[in-house]
Structure formats: C-alpha cells, structure tokens
C-alpha cells in the first residue's frame, strides 16, 4: 500500500477530477490555477498513479480512494481500563 501525504493526494485529485496539466518551456508545471511541486508529479509517475501521458492509473484510484478513506475515519480512541467495564 503507498501512502500518499496530503499534497500528494490533493494533487492527484485535481488531476483526477480533470484538471489539465501544463508544461511550461520555463520548466513550469501549472495544474489549473496552482503549479504544484514537479517532485510530487515524478513521485505520482514512479509509483504508477500517473502513466507516462500523465493520466490517472486503476492503481492510482485506489490509493486516493484509501487516503480519502482514511481521512474520513473517526479518530481512534484507545481502551483504558480507568473508563470501567460494561
């Protein structure tokens, strides 16, 4: 599983959801209206959640659908035997 932190995962996102991504002849990258780390664009390329055109892989969705996920998921409130017993 590929942990994904939250530019990452933001930025991904934005591609999913169809925000084109732009190269610039000065080296930039523009994604809609930000230009996003290109560390984060080479990661999402290494690790498979972008094919070599920049698109969105079935291995990608998956890991955005789990960071999203995880994020939605109420926090973990550790037992304590202080709290007594039911």
Known sequence: MLYLN?????????????????????????????FPDIAIINRLVREG?????????????SALKSWLKARSAPPVVPFSSKLGSF
């Open 49 to 61: 959640l972008l094919d070599q055109y920049y698109a969105p892989t079935d291995a990608g969705r």
């Open 6 to 34: 939250e530019s990452e995962a933001r930025t991904f996102h934005q591609i999913l959801n169809g925000e084109p991504l732009w190269s610039w002849p000065n080296g930039k990258i523009q994604l809609g209206q930000n």
